[in-house]
Nanobody, 115 residues
Framework: QVQFVESGGGLVQFGGSLRLSCAAS????????LGWYRQAPGKQRELVAG???????LYADSVRGRFTISRDNAKNTLYLQMNSLKSEDTAVYYC?????????WGQGTQVTVPS
């Protein structure tokens, strides 16, 4: 059974930082391409950052230079370090495979940056 559990969200002021974590219950974690996604109110879910099995990373233009994705294969955990947060970063953040497995979405973690 595949499960992703996100944590680390919260309320943070403009310019602040948060570190999100995603604990994954999935076989062969180290061999998988993974991603962080977010969904803001009234908008479609979008890819924020991705990381391959060999730790090559990619970022959406809107977060490049501010967010850093990383992984710890020994802990089956994915991370997203978010710096210089803006109000437009307010969303529910999810982790999943990349491309995402439709049935693998977790509850997500809410990040709120007041405007």
């Amino acid at each position: 059974q595949v499960q992703f559990v996100e944590s680390g969200g919260g309320l943070v002021q403009f310019g602040g930082s948060l570190r999100l974590s995603c604990a994954a219950s999935i076989r062969f974690f180290r061999a998988l391409n993974l991603g962080w996604y977010r969904q803001a109110p009234g908008k479609q879910r979008e890819l924020v950052a991705g990381i391959t099995s060999d730790s090559t990373t990619l970022y959406a233009d809107s977060v490049r230079g501010r967010f850093t994705i990383s992984r710890d294969n020994a802990k089956n955990t994915l991370y997203l370090q978010m710096n210089s947060l803006k109000s437009e970063d307010t969303a529910v953040y999810y982790c999943n495979l990349r491309p995402p497995g439709p049935g693998y979405w977790g509850q997500g973690t809410q990040v709120t940056v007041p405007s």
